[in-house]
C-alpha cells in the first residue's frame, strides 16, 4: 500500500540531511557525460564542413544527396511549398521515431544551444534558475500535502510508481501548450505566407554553425564579413532577452514535445522499493535538481514527464538511487 500523507521532513536511514549534502557534490557518470557530447556533435560537424566530407549540420545532416533536414525545417518548408513533397515526409516521420523511442533527448545531449546559455549566463542568472528550480520542488512538495487523504495512491498495486498525481487519478500528463507552439505556429504561418522557412533565418541552432563557417573562413581564407558580428549578436540577444528560450520560445522543442507525449520508453522510471515516497517521506530532491521543472517520482512538476531531456540530474541527485532511465539503471551507484 503506498502511503501519499506527509511525514517528518527527515528521511529514514540517512536523512534529508544526508540528501542535501549529496546534492550537488557530483553527477553520475551518464550525466557528466551528457555534458560533454553536444560539444564532441558540434566540433566533429563543423570539422566534417572544413575538411569537405559534407557532413552538414544539424539543420541538414548527411553525405552527398542522402540528407535529413531538420524537422521544423522539413516542416516548414512544406507549408512554404504548399505540395506534398515525400521526402519531408520521410524525415519527418523518422524523426517522430525517434522522438517517441528517447523522448526530447535532442535537447540535452545534441542540441548546442543549452551549453551555449550555460556559457552565457551570469551569476545572478544561475542563482535565479536554481531558486527556480527550487520553486518547482515546493510546488511539487504542495501536492503531495494535497495528496495525503486521497484514495488513488492506497489503490496501487506493488511494482507501480509510488504517487498517482494528487487527484488520485493514474491518466497521462500531457505536455502543455505555452509560448513555444505559439512560436511554431508563427513560424509555419510566416513559412506559408513567404514561401520559405523563415525561422530558419533566426534559429540559434543554425545561426551557430553558421558563426563556425564565417570564422572557418576568417582563419582560414582571410575572408571577414559582417556575419561574425551579426550571427553571434542573434544568438546573444536571443539567448539573454529571451530567457529561458529552451522553455519558451523554442519551437523545435515545441514540435517534439507533441510527438513525446506519446513516448513510453527511456523516460525515468523509479524503483518503487527504494523510492522514500514509498514510506511517505515527502522528498522531492529529483524534482529540485530538473531543470524541466519535472517530478519523476510522481509527475506532479510544474512540467510533465513528456518534457523530460533524459539529463540524467535526477538520478545523480537521487539519495536512494531510486530512478533508472535503462534496464540497467542511470543512478549515482554507477559512478
Same mark, same amino acid.
Given at each position: 500500500?503506498?502511503?501519499?500523507?506527509?511525514?517528518?521532513?527527515?528521511?529514514?536511514?540517512?536523512?534529508?540531511?544526508?540528501?542535501?549534502? =549529496?546534492e550537488g557534490t557530483g553527477h553520475s557518470k551518464v550525466s557528466r557525460m551528457r555534458r &560533454? /557530447?553536444?560539444?564532441?556533435?558540434?566540433?566533429?560537424?563543423?570539422?566534417?564542413?572544413?575538411?569537405?566530407?559534407?557532413?552538414?549540420?544539424?539543420?541538414?545532416?548527411?553525405?552527398?544527396?542522402?540528407?535529413?533536414?531538420?524537422?521544423?525545417?522539413?516542416?516548414?518548408?512544406?507549408?512554404?511549398?504548399?505540395?506534398?513533397?515525400?521526402r519531408t515526409v520521410i524525415i519527418l516521420a523518422v524523426a517522430a521515431a525517434a522522438v517517441?523511442? /528517447?523522448?526530447?533527448?535532442?535537447?540535452?545531449?545534441?542540441?548546442?544551444?543549452?551549453?551555449?546559455?550555460?556559457?552565457?549566463?551570469?551569476?545572478?542568472?544561475?542563482?535565479?534558475?536554481?531558486?527556480?528550480?527550487?520553486?518547482?520542488? =515546493?510546488?511539487?512538495?504542495?501536492?503531495? #500535502?494535497?495528496?495525503?487523504?486521497?484514495?488513488?495512491?492506497?489503490?496501487k498495486k506493488p511494482g507501480e510508481k509510488p504517487l498517482a498525481p494528487s487527484d488520485g487519478?493514474?491518466?497521462?500528463?500531457?505536455?502543455?501548450?505555452?509560448?513555444?507552439?505559439?512560436?511554431?505556429?508563427?513560424?509555419?504561418?510566416?513559412?506559408?505566407?513567404?514561401?520559405?522557412?523563415?525561422?530558419?533565418?533566426?534559429?540559434?541552432?543554425?545561426?551557430?554553425?553558421?558563426?563556425?563557417?564565417?570564422? &572557418?573562413?576568417? /582563419?582560414?581564407?582571410?575572408?571577414?564579413?559582417?556575419?561574425?558580428?551579426?550571427?553571434?549578436?542573434?544568438?546573444?540577444?536571443? %539567448? #539573454?532577452?529571451?530567457?529561458?528560450?529552451?522553455?519558451?520560445?523554442?519551437?523545435?522543442?515545441?514540435?517534439?514535445? %507533441?510527438?513525446?507525449?506519446?513516448?513510453?520508453?527511456?523516460?525515468?522510471?523509479?524503483?518503487?522499493?527504494?523510492?522514500?515516497?514509498?514510506?511517505?517521506?515527502?522528498?522531492? /530532491?529529483?524534482?529540485?535538481?530538473?531543470?524541466?521543472?519535472?517530478?519523476?517520482?510522481?509527475?506532479?512538476?510544474?512540467?510533465?514527464?513528456?518534457? $523530460?531531456?533524459?539529463?540524467?540530474? $535526477?538520478?545523480?541527485? $537521487?539519495?536512494?538511487?531510486?530512478?533508472?532511465? #535503462?534496464?540497467?539503471?542511470?543512478?549515482?551507484?554507477?559512478?
Open positions: 500500500m503506498w502511503r501519499c500523507g506527509m511525514a517528518k521532513l527527515t528521511t529514514p536511514g540517512k536523512g534529508t540531511e544526508a540528501s542535501a549534502q =549529496q &560533454y /557530447v553536444p560539444g564532441i556533435v558540434f566540433a566533429l560537424l563543423v570539422i566534417g564542413l572544413v575538411t569537405g566530407i559534407g557532413s552538414g549540420t544539424l539543420c541538414s545532416v548527411g553525405y552527398d544527396s542522402i540528407a535529413a533536414v531538420c524537422p521544423l525545417g522539413a516542416l516548414e518548408s512544406l507549408f512554404g511549398a504548399g505540395a506534398f513533397v515525400a517517441l523511442l /528517447v523522448g526530447k533527448a535532442f535537447c540535452s545531449w545534441v542540441c548546442p544551444i543549452p551549453p551555449l546559455d550555460r556559457f552565457l549566463s551570469g551569476k545572478k542568472r544561475r542563482e535565479a534558475d536554481k531558486a527556480a528550480r527550487t520553486e518547482a520542488a =515546493q510546488h511539487v512538495s504542495g501536492r503531495l #500535502t494535497a495528496c495525503a487523504n486521497c484514495t488513488g495512491c492506497s489503490e487519478a493514474a491518466k497521462r500528463r500531457f505536455a502543455k501548450v505555452d509560448g513555444r507552439h505559439v512560436v511554431l505556429g508563427g513560424s509555419l504561418l510566416s513559412a506559408a505566407v513567404c514561401g520559405f522557412p523563415v525561422f530558419c533565418l533566426v534559429c540559434p541552432v543554425g545561426l551557430t554553425f553558421a558563426t563556425a563557417i564565417a570564422l &572557418y573562413r576568417l /582563419v582560414g581564407f582571410n575572408e571577414p564579413t559582417l556575419d561574425l558580428i551579426v550571427f553571434p549578436l542573434v544568438i546573444v540577444a536571443e %539567448l #539573454t532577452l529571451l530567457r529561458k528560450w529552451c522553455h519558451r520560445f523554442c519551437p523545435i522543442s515545441a514540435l517534439m514535445s %507533441l510527438v513525446a507525449n506519446f513516448n513510453k520508453t527511456t523516460r525515468p522510471k523509479i524503483d518503487p522499493d527504494l523510492c522514500l515516497r514509498k514510506d511517505g517521506t515527502p522528498c522531492t /530532491v529529483c524534482a529540485a535538481a530538473c531543470p524541466e521543472f519535472i517530478d519523476p517520482a510522481g509527475d506532479l512538476g510544474d512540467r510533465s514527464l513528456a518534457e $523530460c531531456t533524459r539529463c540524467g540530474q $535526477c538520478a545523480a541527485a $537521487c539519495p536512494a538511487d531510486a530512478i533508472r532511465f #535503462t534496464k540497467k539503471g542511470l543512478t549515482r551507484g554507477n559512478r
